[in-house]
C-alpha cells in the first residue's frame, strides 16, 4: 500500500479555487492538505457572508462542484464570526487550518 501523500498541483489548486469562487462568492477559502499519513483528505475551508447559513446545504453544493476533480476533500462552509469562533479551539479542525493551512483565496 503507498501512503506517500503528493501535494496538490497549482493547476488542480486553481480548479478548485475557481469552483468554490462560482458556486459561493466567499470572502476567504483556505487549504490543508494531509499533514500524517493516517489523514488522506485535504481540508477546504470557505468563509462566507452571512448569519444563519444552511452548512449542509453549502457543503453539498461544495461536493458537487467539485465532481471529476481527483483528491480526497473534506469541505466546511462558515461565517466569519463562526470561524473566528471555532479557530480559537485548539481541538478543532478550524483551528489547524488557521495555524497550518494557506489562503488559496482573499475576496479583495
Do not use: C
Not at 61 to 72: E, M, P, R
Amino acid at each position: 500500500m503507498n501512503t506517500d501523500i503528493e501535494p496538490l498541483s497549482q493547476a488542480t489548486i486553481d480548479e478548485i479555487t475557481r469552483r468554490f469562487v462560482k458556486i459561493y462568492n466567499p470572502r476567504e477559502i483556505y487549504m490543508l492538505e494531509p499533514i500524517r499519513e493516517e489523514n488522506i483528505d485535504t481540508n477546504f475551508l470557505i468563509i462566507v457572508d452571512g448569519e444563519d447559513i444552511e452548512h449542509y446545504e453549502l457543503m453539498t453544493k461544495g461536493y458537487k462542484a467539485l465532481i471529476g476533480v481527483k483528491v480526497a476533500k473534506n469541505i466546511m462552509v462558515y461565517t466569519p464570526a463562526e470561524f473566528a469562533e471555532y479557530s480559537q479551539d485548539s481541538s478543532s479542525l478550524s483551528f489547524l487550518i488557521k495555524k497550518y493551512g494557506k489562503r488559496i483565496y482573499e475576496n479583495s
